[in-house]
T-cell receptor
Framework: DSGVTQTPKHLITATGQRVTLRCSPR?????VYWYQQSLDQGLQFLIQ???????AKGNILERFSAQQFPDLHSELNLSSLELGDSALYFC??????????????FGEGSRLTVL | AQRVTQPEKLLSVFKGAPVELKCNYS??????LFWYVQYSRQRLQLLLR??SRESIKGFTADLNKGETSFHLKKPFAQEEDSAMYYC????????????FGKGTKLSVKP
């Protein structure tokens, strides 16, 4: 599957803990976007990387951080977890030659449950 | 501020009835707008984009700059249209992030 892949699919952890979510973009895509999906807030943009560099930041908490590695995969680190961090975390990538198309390709998401 | 508003959390219609999912946006400049759909247990995917002026699966959406709206319409709903629908706005540029509305869950009853 050459689509966006995310691991793990499901993760259950306790408050105060730290987790790392991983994303591999589609082959050839340089941009990676992270979104948080919760029942009340819908899809919230967290952060974007382009070819290893942070491009844009959204509603990302200071307890969260991310990076994009030379092989273009990205990791989202969530620390000091709280109950409210329970959500579905999506990664998406975008083709480099996507002027005016705007299409993001999404992964299946990582479901985080904080107990 | 850039914002996308979908006023309905849930829309329930019967099969064969017309459907309109509302979307309003706030953006200074010329907006790029999209509709994404998430079927049950599937990943979020692009349904249509305003710039293409296309019809996908019988759905259309017209950009109304005067009303700052981009409502999604289908004349005759099908059960397989049941899904979560998100309206999205490109924040700017070819690699800008997408700002999503909170989504509308469409339920089409038999």
């Amino acid at each position: 599957d050459s689509g966006v892949t995310q691991t793990p699919k499901h993760l259950i952890t306790a408050t105060g803990q730290r987790v790392t979510l991983r994303c591999s973009p589609r082959s050839g895509d340089l941009s990676v976007y992270w979104y948080q999906q919760s029942l009340d807030q819908g899809l919230q943009f967290l952060i974007q990387y382009y070819n290893g560099e942070e491009r844009a930041k959204g509603n990302i908490l200071e307890r969260f951080s991310a990076q994009q590695f030379p092989d273009l995969h990205s990791e989202l680190n969530l620390s000091s977890l709280e109950l409210g961090d329970s959500a579905l975390y999506f990664c998406a990538s975008r083709p480099r030659d996507s002027d005016l198309t705007g299409e993001l390709f999404f992964g299946e998401g990582s479901r985080l449950t904080v107990l | 501020a850039q914002r996308v508003t979908q006023p309905e959390k849930l829309l329930s219609v019967f099969k064969g009835a017309p459907v309109e999912l509302k979307c309003n946006y706030s953006y200074s400049g010329s907006p790029e707008l999209f509709w994404y759909v998430q079927y049950s247990r599937q990943r979020l995917q692009l349904l249509l984009r305003h710039i293409s002026r296309e019809s996908i699966k019988g759905f259309t959406a017209d950009l109304n700059k005067g009303e700052t709206s981009f409502h999604l319409k289908k004349p005759f709903a099908q059960e397989e249209d049941s899904a979560m629908y998100y309206c999205a706005l490109n924040s700017g540029g070819s690699q800008g992030n997408l700002i999503f509305g909170k989504g509308t869950k469409l339920s089409v009853k038999p």
